[in-house]
């Protein structure tokens, strides 16, 4: 334990809980405390996945035990807590979306720089060798010049006022929650930031958040992208770039399940990349290569400040209502 980073998390919900099972099959982190805002959920979670449970946010942050946080929390409390944090002395790997927008990122970045602590948006599928790997052939040309992407996050769950997600306050909306995903990777296979961009959005209820959403996206003169979200529609994770040269098919990667098939001169290569870890694990060796190590950061602040000023455009563009 002692050579190991000392992770606390911030919240005991959904992702806290992949999070804290993955973590024990990481080379380098160690949970050791989880909190919530009630001592009854955060013993509940520290039985499941050990660690102590700390009643309170404050009180976790300031845990002198804990080196690095996670925090889980829904998206409004993403500036507050990881400003938090990192004024208490601890590294911060925040959740996605990482802000409510630019403005806020900017903050949290600029708190980073003040304090000395690393702090990277917690874009897991980024860290994964099989998207880098993605990400490299496309930039590298191996289906030419780019000409068109339509990439897709959607999922089906019951809609309910508990989620944070239906709450314009805490930033939900399926284009802060999944189309943040089609986003970024669009804007990293682009290598480049969105020249013009347009939203359309159907509003829960008529006056909700988005709760699906289609977006296009502009890169200069040459590439045209398009995609959809939604959190009431059954599932489609599916890419597909095309270039000069040829296409690339994904039908499910931002969970890193599947690799891609590259279809070129009529034959179909398919592309994965073995990878022994689960993919939180991955996420939590690769911050600690940052912390300990001084590795670049797999998103960088540039990359997610880009993310967030799109989809600050795209959701004014769609008329997503924000508080
Ligand atoms: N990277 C990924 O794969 C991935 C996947 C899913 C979600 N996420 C992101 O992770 C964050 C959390 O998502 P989640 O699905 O884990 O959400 P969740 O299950 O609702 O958990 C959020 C936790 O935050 C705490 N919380 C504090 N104030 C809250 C409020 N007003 N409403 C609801 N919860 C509140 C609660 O913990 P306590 O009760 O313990 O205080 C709650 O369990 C979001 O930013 C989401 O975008 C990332």
Redesign the pocket.
């Known amino acids: 334990m002692s050579n190991k980073l000392k992770w606390g998390i911030?919240?005991?919900?959904?992702?806290?809980?992949?999070?804290a099972a993955d973590l024990p099959k990481s080379n380098t982190g160690a949970l050791v405390a989880?909190?919530?805002?009630?001592q009854e959920?955060?013993d509940r979670?520290a039985g499941e996945y050990g660690g102590k449970g700390v009643e309170g946010?404050e009180a976790l942050v300031n845990d002198p035990e804990v080196q690095a946080i996670y925090?889980?929390?829904?998206?409004?409390?993403?500036h507050e807590w990881s400003i938090k944090a990192m004024r208490a002395g601890k590294h911060v790997l925040c959740?996605?979306?990482f802000a409510l927008n630019v403005a806020e990122a900017e903050q949290m970045f600029a708190v980073s720089e003040e304090t000395g602590m690393v702090l990277i948006e917690?874009?897991?599928?980024r860290a994964h060798p099989q998207t880098q790997k993605l990400i490299e052939m496309v930039r590298g040309g191996v289906i030419g010049d780019l000409k068109l992407i339509r990439s897709a996050f959607t999922f089906y769950k019951e809609p309910s006022m508990?989620?944070?997600?239906y709450?314009p306050s805490?930033?939900g909306g399926a284009i802060?929650?999944v189309g943040?995903y089609c986003v970024n990777l669009t804007r990293q296979l682009a290598g480049s930031e969105p020249t013009e961009m347009q939203a359309i959005a159907h509003l829960y209820e008529g006056d909700g958040v988005d709760d699906y959403a289609a977006g296009m996206m502009r890169f200069g003169n040459d590439l045209l992208t398009t995609f959809t979200c939604g959190m009431t529609v059954y599932s489609d994770q599916g890419t597909y770039i095309a270039g000069t040269g040829g296409t690339i098919k994904i039908n499910a990667f931002?969970?890193c399940e599947e690799g891609f098939t590259i279809i070129k001169d009529g034959k179909e290569e398919f592309v994965s990349v073995d990878e022994p870890r689960p993919?939180?694990a991955v996420?939590a060796d690769a911050f600690a290569a940052s912390v300990l190590g001084g590795a670049e950061p797999w998103m960088s602040k540039e990359d997610t400040l880009g993310n967030m000023r799109a989809m600050d455009e795209l959701r004014a563009s769609a008329g997503v209502p924000v508080e």
């Not at 911030?10 to 999070?19: N, P, V």
């Open positions: 911030l919240g005991t919900g959904m992702i806290a809980g992949k999070f989880a909190g919530s805002r009630t959920s955060a979670f946010y925090n889980s929390l829904p998206n409004g409390l993403h959740e996605k979306p917690a874009f897991m599928y508990n989620d944070a997600r709450h805490q930033g802060m929650d943040t931002w969970f993919l939180y996420e």
